[in-house]
């Protein structure tokens, strides 16, 4: 019988793989804790077929030479995995990883051969954090997928990709415990919304506590293992652009740096990133008093980002009230 795995990043799919726990191994990921989320047509196109000179697609995360031996190259997902016998999604908790569960589970609900022999593993901890041998021995209870998941999962995606997050609150009025780990990503992603007081997100003013003392270098505030900042819903390069938007910005909450901003084009640049890793942050007088609560960063710099489907702007800006565990609308 041929088994096949889906991981929800690069990590979890090498530990898998080097596990020996599948014929094949695969991490169709997208970053959607930053958005705008994919539309219909992009979805489409990630998951379908590979053009000619298509750059992102489900198989960008997979070495070419594997694909060619597996004879799936530029397959669309659909198509590949029809060739195998068990499909088992192998879950990471975090948001991102959440958000790829519940994209994935919409995109595969119409075909029903395939939900057939499908089952998924939802962990409690990053996957790709075990070494191989440990995740070889590790026997977790493997849940079929049925059509309680899949009512659930395109519920949430639907909700995630409205133009308010008010659906997505709502989820939390609902049984989620089909997928075990939504709700908590659920939180975790309405604490990054502006803050009723703040106007920044929970990741936002942590980067802002770990500052106050003195002695921060910009990538001590990165996520990492044994990383003082504990939050796991953004990734590496969402956090520097995190951190660039309390810099670079008319009244800025943090100062200090000696390059920047951050790009990757930058991290790829050894005397910049050495510069921008030198850097020594501090608050400045805005950022000491959104700290103690006086102040709000949206009354001094004007807001323009996604949060899910929601674009937030100065003038529409949806806030999250942790207090009482409310959304507050504009």
Request: with cysteine; glycine share 10%; net charge negative.
């Amino acid at each position: 019988m041929k088994r096949l795995m889906l991981a929800t990043n690069d990590s979890g799919s090498g530990g898998l793989g080097a596990a020996g726990l599948a014929d094949f191994v695969i991490a169709p990921e997208r970053r959607l804790v930053s958005g705008p989320p994919p539309s219909e047509a992009e979805s489409d196109a990630f998951f379908g077929r590979r053009g000619p000179e298509q750059g992102f697609h489900w198989q960008g995360h997979t070495p070419a030479r594997r694909l060619e031996r597996s004879g799936g190259k530029d397959f669309g997902l659909i198509e590949f995995c029809a060739a195998y016998d068990s499909i088992e999604l192998w879950i990471d908790p975090d948001p991102n990883a959440q958000l790829n569960l519940i994209s994935l589970l919409d995109f595969f609900r119409t075909h029903e051969q395939l939900i057939s022999k499908m089952k998924y593993v939802q962990a409690d901890f990053t996957i790709g954090g075990w070494e191989p041998e440990d995740l070889a021995k590790w026997q977790p209870p493997r849940v079929e997928v049925n059509n309680n998941h899949l009512d659930l999962a395109s519920a949430a995606w639907r909700a995630y990709r409205a133009s308010t997050p008010q659906d997505f609150f709502q989820l939390l009025v609902r049984d989620l415990s089909q997928l075990p780990q939504l709700r908590a990503a659920v939180m975790e992603l309405l604490e990054e919304l502006p803050g009723r007081n703040t106007g920044l997100g929970v990741t936002e003013m942590r980067m802002l506590e770990l500052i106050a003392p003195g002695g921060m270098h910009p990538f001590d505030l990165f996520p990492g293992h044994e990383m003082p900042n504990e939050r796991r819903v953004f990734g590496y390069g969402e956090m520097g652009l995190l951190l660039n938007g309390l810099a670079r910005c008319p009244v800025p909450a943090v100062s200090g740096f000696d390059e920047g901003p951050f790009t990757f084009e930058m991290i790829d640049d050894r005397n910049r990133r050495q510069r921008y890793q030198q850097s020594r942050l501090s608050l400045t007088t805005l950022g000491q008093a959104i700290l103690a609560g006086k102040e709000d960063f949206s009354r001094h710099n004007p807001i323009r980002r996604w949060w899910g489907g929601t674009e937030l702007t100065t003038d529409q800006l949806w806030r999250w009230d942790a207090a009482n565990r409310a959304l507050v609308a504009p």
